[in-house]
């Protein structure tokens, strides 16, 4: 074929070709009804690409609100068909050991529950965790609660629920033995006396389980040593040997109230657990309980005359200055993302139903705590009608702050040395020899 006649054939059926792609340029647009027939035909001969069902792990310290939170999963999954939650609810005392040897050993827990602080760098540094800063979901929280929960200046753990630790009382007993809400310690203390001598129980205690003595003590403490004796900085001394227990006054004071609170318990304080120790404030009879709002479902179940009408809450006064003594707010439950976890889209999309307002008053709804997603609806109990003059006034503190960022578990062997106290088995000045000796083997 002449060379010539070739070249111009090609350039006509490219021609051609250039049209029935429609170039459209400058040509009238085409007609709605043909755009929508293609659309029909794209969509026709296009299948769904469907999401292919998964399965994740979910592994959660609030075992005492366990039929809660699986409530929360189940409104999840309704809203994820395709994703299917493992729930793994764990005692706290043996949360922290249990969940360090499965991630150690190799094992795949997906979504987990973190405290703020110095559990989460424990698991950031040792790289366990993602690195969720930046993700979408975490828009729903101020950022002051971020910065709040941040480790090194990042977000390795969300924000989920929180809330204030003060103290539940007994409305009748305190109206028959004509007793005011203590604003001081030794006003506290005065009217537990009161109660005792009334023949009643002062505080439901269930030191059985080591965390509710710990609660206490690492609160307490930690608000004597920083707010009364100024010493702001002390647990991050401790953590790297420039501190001694010995050198902080408020530790033998702690000491002290420890052995007073045990005194005016309930028998056998240290054989009955939390929920014990709830079974005994549900009926009625005891005047006080130190504790989060995670007993008010329990509370609300057993005896509900009593949840509606003569349960009130008050915060707990560790001072005997009335200004220091504002109401305690702490963080409770914080998610993390495994940093191995195969299923990172799931896990994300769990993360990000935690963080909607959905599920921010999920978490109000069926375990009656407060959440951080804001917006979140802030009705739980008539108790808590209580308190709301310090949330409108801003005057609330969190404790845990002044050792946010310590991984020196000092509380432990705390706890420990106050149950060795409580039976004449150690004095004070011995706990703190002991203690100092083991920060000296334990301090980076």
């Known amino acids: 074929m002449n060379k010539r006649v070739y070249v111009s054939i090609c350039l006509a059926m490219l021609m051609l070709l250039l049209a029935a792609c429609g170039g459209n340029n400058g040509a009238p647009a085409a007609t709605e009804e043909a755009g929508n027939n293609g659309a029909e035909e794209t969509e026709a001969t296009q299948a769904p690409v469907e999401e292919k069902p998964v399965t994740i792990s979910f ?18 999954e309704n809203e994820n068909p395709n994703i299917k939650v493992e729930v793994q609810p764990v005692k706290y005392d043996d949360y922290y050991t249990l969940i360090k040897t499965k991630l150690a050993g190799g094992d795949i827990i997906d979504v987990f529950t973190l405290n703020s602080g110095g559990q989460a760098k424990l698991f950031s540094d040792g790289g366990y965790i993602m690195d969720l800063t930046g993700q979408p979901f975490l828009s729903s929280f101020d950022e002051s609660v971020l910065k709040g929960q941040a480790t090194d200046g990042k977000n390795f753990v969300m924000p989920i629920n929180g809330g204030p630790i003060a103290v539940f009382y007994n409305k009748k007993i305190f109206k028959d033995l004509g007793l005011e809400i203590p604003k001081t310690y030794d006003a506290l203390l005065d009217a537990a006396n009161q109660i005792k001598a009334a023949g009643k129980t002062p505080f439901a205690l269930g030191w059985k389980d080591g965390w509710t003595l710990g609660m206490w003590a690492t609160r307490d403490l930690p608000s004597l040593t920083a707010l009364e004796e100024g010493q702001t900085d002390f ?41 014990g120790a709830v079974d005994l404030f549900s009926k009625g009879e005891v005047g006080m309980m130190y504790m989060g709002t995670w007993p ?85 109990a008539p108790a808590m009608d209580e308190l709301q003059p310090y949330f409108d006034q801003g005057l609330t503190y969190d404790s845990q702050i002044y050792f946010a960022n310590t991984t020196l578990d000092w509380s432990t062997q705390f706890s420990q040395q106050l149950q060795k106290y409580f039976f004449g088995k150690t004095t004070p000045d011995k706990i703190i020899a002991e203690m100092d000796d083991w920060i000296a083997k334990n301090h980076k």
């Open 235 to 275: 647990f991050q001394k401790l953590e790297v040997g420039q501190a001694k227990f010995a050198d902080n006054p408020a530790v033998q004071v702690t000491i002290e109230r420890a052995k007073k609170l045990f005194e005016l318990g309930n028998k056998d304080q240290l054989g009955v657990d939390y929920n």
């Open 296 to 380: 008010l479902l329990d509370i609300e179940k057993k005896n509900p005359d009593f949840y509606n009408n003569d349960l009130g809450y008050f915060p707990y006064p560790f001072s005997n200055d009335p200004a220091l003594n504002k109401l305690e707010f702490n963080p409770d439950a914080s998610l993390a993302v495994a940093s191995n976890t195969p299923h990172k889209e799931a896990a994300l999309k769990f993360m990000a139903f935690m963080a909607s307002k959905q599920g921010g008053d999920a978490w109000v709804n069926n375990i009656k705590s407060l959440s951080y997603v804001k917006g979140s609806t802030t009705s739980i």
């Open 59 to 76: 592994m959660h310290f609030k075992s005492d609100v366990t039929d809660g939170v699986a409530k929360i999963v189940e409104q999840f």
